[in-house]
Nanobody, 125 residues
């Protein structure tokens, strides 16, 4: 089993920044595509960002493009999400996810087999 533990959430004012981190253990981290999803109360869990196994290819939801940056360190078994210019609409629980799949869509949560417990991000106006 691959265990994922998120950290770094909190309360921030609109326009501010936060950095989320996800620490992985239990299996070879570099074998997995990593992603961040988020879920606001009463809404579906939605894709935020993803990064390939080597860390050289990233993809983002349109709503966070140019504001969020995903990165990974395969030596430290971590994946981070740097969030800037935060908006109240970014308020959600953020989840780290790992997928063993190759090819096809990277945006669907059902393709990711491992999940962290989530970390809360609240952006005040």
């Amino acid at each position: 089993q691959l265990q994922l533990v998120e950290s770094g959430g909190g309360l921030v004012q609109a326009g501010g920044s936060l950095r989320l981190s996800c620490a992985a253990s239990g299996r070879t981290f570099g074998n997995y595509r990593m992603a961040w999803f988020r879920q606001a109360p009463g809404k579906e869990r939605e894709f935020v960002a993803t990064i390939n196994r080597g860390g050289g290819i990233t993809d983002y939801a349109d709503s966070v493009k140019d504001r969020f940056t995903i990165s990974r360190d395969n030596a430290k078994n971590t994946v981070d999400l740097q969030m800037s210019s935060l908006k109240p609409g970014d308020t959600a629980t953020y989840f780290c996810a790992a997928g063993a799949f190759f090819g096809g869509s990277v945006y669907f949560k059902d393709r990711y087999g491992y999940w962290g417990q989530g970390t809360q991000v609240t952006v005040s106006s």
